[in-house]
Structures are given as C-alpha cells and as structure tokens.
C-alpha cells in the first residue's frame, strides 16, 4: 500500500544546532514534495517545494533534500531556535489534485 | 485579506445530530479542499472542488457531503454524525499556478457523543 512515514518520536535538540527531519515513502513517484509546519490548535503552513528534478532546495535557515531512489526527504533547520519547536509533516503530491501527508514529527528546540 | 477561514471553531454534536462546517477564502483560489487530522494519522482528504460548482471524492468520503456554490465557500456536512467522526478539519485553498502552496484554515475541532 502506499504510505509516507515519518518519524512519529519526538526530536528534541538544544539551540542552535541543526535539527534533521526524515520523510521516507513507498510505492509512490510523486512530481514534488512539500514541508509544512504545524504549531498546536492551527493548521498547517507551507515552508517549502522540491521537484522531482531538484537535488536540494533552500530557504533561509530551511533545506531540503529529495532523493527519488531512496524515496525520501530531508528536513533540516541548521542555528535552530526556540521558536522553530513545532510539528512538521511531509507531503506529496500524487496527481489529480490530492497531496498525501504524514503524520509529523514533533520538534522540540530547548534554549 | 484573511486568507482562509472557518465556522465553527468547536462544536459538540450528539450521534445522528447533522451540521455544516463552513470554509470562506478571499485569495480568488480555484481549489479547495476538506481534510480531517487524527491523532498520529497524517490529514486525509475528505472531498475537493475544482471550482465553482464542481465537486469530487477523496480518500474518506464517506458519511460526508459538500457543496460549492461560490467560488469563495466550501461547505462540508455531516448528515447523520457518528462517534468515529469525532476529529479536527481543516479546509485549504490553492490556485496560484505553479506553486502547490496550501492555505490552510485554522480547524474545526468536532466531537461526537
């Protein structure tokens, strides 16, 4: 069946070092793949887009990687802060219009 | 500008109770999009429009109905409610051509007894 798995234990890192998410998937080829971050009691915000064509994609402090042969992402917030400590789910895009997402992983970010 | 909004916040239904949640955005966004989050489940698509008028089923549709009258409003209903519908929705928006970006509203946080 077709799942996307992310780390459902928390991740607790002390400031200022790199937070490391994983996103693996299976028996999907999807065109692109989303982060979001999720803060208790909202919904969900967009941080970043990778295509299937890019290697890495970056966005101040956020970068992401896809690696199509692995089937999976990396999510990483390099100097975290404080207020980075949310939840961050993976999503992809599987065409006509539907994105499945993970369940999230918890970030933790102790100052 | 708003971005997207939802009524109600809370609610509380008893089983075979019916509502109807209301999703507005203002960003003139073609798409729009019924989710619901459980816990330790990823979101899951319930119903989705393409447009104005069009409507069609996601993964979990069942139980649920929608309407999109405006381009602006999606509306999802629940006509007889049961106990497994108890979850948090979330409604999104998108349509800026080649972003994929998804506005999300804040939830809708359902409970039924």
């Known amino acids: 069946s077709q799942k996307i798995e992310q780390n459902s234990e928390a991740l607790n890192i002390q400031e200022g070092k790199t937070a490391t998410l994983t996103c693996n998937y299976t028996?999907?080829?999807?065109?692109?793949l989303q982060w979001y971050r999720q803060d208790p009691g909202r919904g969900p915000v967009f941080l970043l887009l990778i295509r299937e064509n890019e290697k890495e994609k970056r966005k101040e402090r956020l970068k992401v990687t896809f690696d199509t042969t692995l089937k999976q992402s990396l999510f990483h917030i390099t100097a975290s802060q404080p207020a980075d400590s949310a939840t961050y789910l993976c999503a992809l895009y599987t065409g006509g219009f539907k994105t499945i997402f993970g369940a999230g992983t918890r970030l933790f970010v102790k100052a | 500008n708003a971005g997207v909004t939802q009524t109600p916040k809370f609610r509380v239904l008893k089983t075979g109770q019916s509502m109807t949640l209301l999703c507005a955005q203002d960003?003139?966004?073609?798409?729009m999009y019924w989710y619901r989050q459980d816990p330790g489940m990823g979101l899951r698509l319930i119903h989705y429009?393409?447009?104005?008028?069009?409507?069609a089923k996601g993964e979990v549709p069942d139980g649920y109905n929608v309407s999109r009258l405006k381009k602006q409003n999606f509306l999802l209903g629940l006509e007889s409610a049961a106990p497994s519908q108890t979850s948090v929705y979330f409604c999104a928006s998108d349509g800026i051509q080649g972003t994929y970006e998804q506005y999300f509203g804040p939830g809708t946080r359902l409970t039924v007894t």
């Open positions: 028996n999907y080829s999807p065109a692109y």
């Open positions: 429009s393409v447009g104005e008028g069009t409507t």
């Open positions: 960003m003139n966004h073609e798409y």
